[in-house]
């Protein structure tokens, strides 16, 4: 019993191993290196060597329709109101990249802002304790013209406890 199990499990296995390798395509590069990857190559078709679901050889890039030889192509008289061509529509791979670099840049947009949005929380915290102090009465202290600690008299004290409000009220609520 074990060992018929262990056999179905090792069939199992031979036989997924080569659907997986053969989903990768195979190209060479303009510089004459050999690429594999599981994404299309943006490289000519004529240097793609392997695509996905197919063996080596296999793969035969789709040629453009050749114009019929019998009869000159007449090009179409120009309207006076056609409109101008269109941009060619970007590849899947093009919109691919501008999304990310859309949402790459929204998210550190979004940092930046939560991260701004933290500090200045921080700092109103210090400023809310430090008008709470002032308030309280706590020794605070300046520092006078030769650099020595001075103490606050009640009325520095009062102007500083004005000022340190009107901050918290303009940029704190």
């Not at 395509?25 to 690429?35: E, F, K, L």
């Not at 701004?116 to 013209?145: I, K, S």
Request: proline share 8%.
């Amino acid at each position: 019993m074990k060992r018929s199990s262990a056999l179905c499990l090792l069939a199992a296995a031979i036989v997924a191993v080569p659907v997986q390798a053969l989903a990768y395509w195979q190209w060479r590069d303009a510089s004459g290196h050999m690429v594999y990857s599981d994404v299309p190559p943006s490289a000519e078709a004529a240097r793609v060597l392997r695509a996905p679901g197919r063996s080596a050889g296999e793969f035969q890039p789709v040629q453009a329709a050749s114009a019929p030889t019998a009869a000159p192509a007449v090009p179409a008289p120009a309207k006076a109101s056609a409109k101008p061509a269109a941009a060619p529509a970007p590849t899947a791979e093009e919109a691919f990249r501008k999304r990310r670099e859309a949402s790459l840049k929204a998210a550190a947009e979004e940092a930046r802002k939560e991260s701004e949005a933290a500090e200045r929380e921080a700092r109103c915290a210090q400023m809310r304790n430090y008008a709470n102090g002032l308030q309280q009465g706590m020794r605070a202290a300046v520092a006078g013209p030769d650099g020595s600690l001075q103490r606050l008299t009640s009325e520095q004290r009062e102007a500083e406890i004005l000022k340190t409000n009107a901050s918290l009220e303009q940029n704190c609520n």
